[in-house]
């Protein structure tokens, strides 16, 4: 299957802080990126959808100037957490759509965040 | 609005098959996911339906019924390995994912 790879895994910052997580298509091209948090023992929650070339739909109650996604290529999106705060703590898995096929969406593996 | 349900939870026994349901209301259908997921890591995919009928993988089927708006996940020969949540996701008709919160699954020996 196809892969996406997420980098950092993990990382620890200070309250106030900005953390970039980057999120990788490495063998298809995808023009859709999704972007879920997922606290302990609660479900996915699809906070954004990003598409290549143009703005990042929100979903209700995700602050766009908190959370800023950019996707410049068909095979990169980026989100950063910008003035990070304790509450933000928590797991971000992006996702991309293969636009082939069935849509499958392929999940990178995640990146564990920890704000002090 | 639109809609997943599937159970919280569910305890089965090593060895044993259990059956995970999910019963949706969505705008259009494009198909329906079932995802895998281990605690602290990300979702894997398990099967993809959007025909009506069983498709058999192995220990894993998934059944699709699009009149009633239900599917299900069926395991056979747990393992303790299979102890995860299970998540149901239907493909809208903007191709948009939509998730179920999940089905944790307790495998005991």
């Known amino acids: 299957g196809a892969v996406v790879s997420q980098h950092p895994s993990r990382v620890i910052c200070k309250s106030g802080t900005s953390v970039k997580i980057e999120c990788r298509s490495l063998?298809?091209?995808?023009?859709?990126m999704f972007w879920y948090r997922q606290f302990p023992k609660q479900s996915l929650m699809l906070m954004a959808t990003?598409?290549?070339?143009?703005?990042?739909?929100?979903e209700q109650g995700v602050e766009k100037d908190k959370f800023l996604i950019n996707h410049a290529s068909l095979t990169l999106s980026t989100l950063t957490v910008t003035s990070a705060h304790p509450e933000d703590s928590s797991f971000y898995i992006c996702s991309a759509r293969d636009d082939r096929g069935i849509h499958e969406q392929f999940f990178g593996p995640g990146t564990r965040l920890t704000v002090l | 609005g639109q809609n997943i349900d599937q159970p919280t939870e569910m305890t089965a026994t090593e060895g044993a098959i259990v059956q995970i349901n999910c019963t949706y209301q969505t705008s259009g259908f494009n198909g329906l996911f079932w995802y895998q997921q281990h605690a602290g890591e990300a979702p894997t995919f398990l099967s993809y339906n959007v025909l009506d009928g069983l498709e058999e993988k192995g220990r894993f089927s998934s059944f699709l019924s699009r009149s009633k708006g239900y599917s299900y996940l069926l395991l056979k020969e747990l393992q303790m390995k299979d102890s995860a949540s299970y998540l149901c996701a239907v493909v809208d008709s903007n191709y948009q994912l939509i998730w179920g919160a999940g089905t944790k699954l307790i495998i005991k020996p």
């Open positions: 063998d298809f091209q995808a023009t859709t």
């Open positions: 990003s598409n290549e070339g143009s703005k990042a739909t929100y």
